[in-house]
């Protein structure tokens, strides 16, 4: 079993899978690739991992800006061991291997959630799960108070699982106590900001007695209880006498009965001295404003927790230029204020970068395909002001610096084979129209060019 650690330039882990045998495709695109590096520096289909007789292998599949192995390009396909650091444009993954089995092999572990979260649960299939908000984490929890990467678990060969947090802001407890780091065990309770779950392994049942607070396999609703009481209650009066059990029915009757009339005179006399006016009641009204205005301030104060939650998401997501899911995040953000002028101004940014970014993946399409004029004018179109116009500028360059040598090129092709070097005049002057004395020579020499 081999397990791909990845970790983000300033060090911080990204995404943790685990994998026994055939082929991970690495990359920026999220419709090919099994492990995703959202950055404009790692090609779409940037390399693979495959594994051969138990032993894995890393391939680099003509990326545009190379794999770094230990500080080397890589050329040939490469064995990794435990000690051998890739880097992948601004990732550094590397590969562990892990030769025994982890626990019961059949035995499959899961997160339970309860209280809000109640329903939702989430399997632990991979040796090593992050867990947060993030939508490149193994367990994806959409709440204010969980990080975007908040904690992690690793789970042991004895069964069990260590659980981490990664410095996340509202902190991970497990069994009610604040941690850094723990062992995790069947039934065990974790909180995760304010979402709470509970481990379980296999088929077991969880104890009562486990997790120590209340859970929904040991609560009861209080209507519930009560019908439960009320039986027993029934059961033991039916199991009495006929002829003694009737009396004890009637005394319990007389009884409720003088209590109610207690409860009733305690509040006729509470509204006499109240001077028999409603309107003099003590701030009846004003107690129930208070009540409706502190439910609107804990709304209000739920809606801006989500709204800085979701501006946090657009912030990172700019940062790693991830146009489209900062954009996502930023229309969600305008759901809960939508003037909200900061969302506004990065919704625009990012979809300014997303057009620009669109732009300049056309004109090195165009490139590629020989397509010099309209890559030149998607290289020059790309804003001033955008993230990618210092790499457009220096892509225009170089095309432009392509225009001298396929004019030689074409000199030497026109005694051998005439259309090609028609074919690389043609290209020249897509670059530069302009007239020099080759291109003059040339244009003279090859009447038959057609369109030239």
Not at 23 to 49: F, M, Q, T
Not at 106 to 114: D, I, M, S, T, Y
Not at 146 to 159: C, D, F, I, N, Y
Request: glycine letters at 8%; a negative charge; aromatic letters at 6%.
């Amino acid at each position: 079993m081999f397990t791909l650690h990845i970790e983000d330039m300033n060090g911080g882990p990204t995404h943790e899978h685990t994998f026994t045998e055939g082929v991970l495709l690495i990359g920026r695109s999220r419709e090919k690739c099994d492990i995703v590096l959202p950055s404009d520096n790692v090609s779409r289909n940037h390399a693979r991992l495959y594994t051969v007789d138990d032993r894995c292998f890393l391939e680099d599949l003509k990326s545009a800006n190379g794999v770094f192995v230990d500080g080397d390009r890589l050329g040939a396909a490469r064995e990794l061991d435990s000690q051998t650091r890739f880097r992948i444009g601004d990732y550094v993954l590397w590969v562990t291997k892990s030769t025994e089995p982890l626990g019961d092999p059949g035995e499959v572990a899961r997160l339970e959630g309860f209280n809000l979260f109640e329903g939702k649960t989430y399997n632990l299939s991979d040796e090593v799960t992050l867990i947060g908000r993030g939508k490149d984490t193994g367990v994806t929890i959409i709440d204010p108070s969980v990080s975007r990467m908040h904690a992690k678990l690793t789970r042991a060969k004895s069964g069990e699982f260590l659980l981490q947090d990664l410095r996340s802001s509202n902190g991970t407890r497990l069994n009610e106590r604040l941690i850094e780091e723990g062992v995790v065990t069947h039934g065990d309770h974790i909180r995760f900001g304010n979402v709470d779950f509970k481990l379980v392994l296999g088929g077991r049942a969880v104890s009562p007695a486990s997790p120590p607070t209340v859970t929904p396999e040991n609560f009861k609703p209080a209507a519930q209880a009560q019908g439960e009481q009320d039986q027993v209650e029934r059961t033991a009066a039916d199991e009495i006498p006929r002829g003694r059990g009737r009396p004890l029915r009637w005394g319990g009757f007389l009884a409720l009965v003088v209590a109610l009339v207690a409860v009733g005179l305690y509040l006729h006399a509470g509204r006499s001295k109240q001077g028999g006016d409603e309107s003099d009641a003590p701030g009846s009204p004003a107690t129930a404003e208070e009540r409706a205005r502190s439910l609107e301030e804990r709304r209000r104060a739920r809606r801006q927790e989500r709204l800085g939650a979701l501006l946090t998401d657009v912030q990172e997501y700019i940062a790693n230029h991830e146009w489209q899911e900062a954009i996502e995040s930023g229309e969600r953000a305008l759901l809960i204020e939508p003037e909200h002028p900061t969302a506004r101004t990065m919704i625009a940014m990012a979809t300014r970068e997303r057009r620009a970014q669109k732009g300049l993946e056309s004109a090195e399409e165009a490139r590629r395909m020989r397509r010099f004029a309209e890559a030149l004018a998607g290289y020059e179109a790309v804003p001033s002001d955008s993230v990618y116009h210092e790499r457009a500028s220096l892509a225009a360059e170089a095309v432009r610096a392509l225009r001298p040598s396929l004019l030689l090129e074409a000199e030497e092709l026109r005694r051998r084979d005439r259309s090609e070097a028609c074919e690389r005049l043609r290209e020249a002057l897509s670059i530069d129209g302009s007239e020099d004395d080759l291109s003059k020579e040339l244009r003279r020499l090859e009447p038959r060019c057609p369109a030239l």
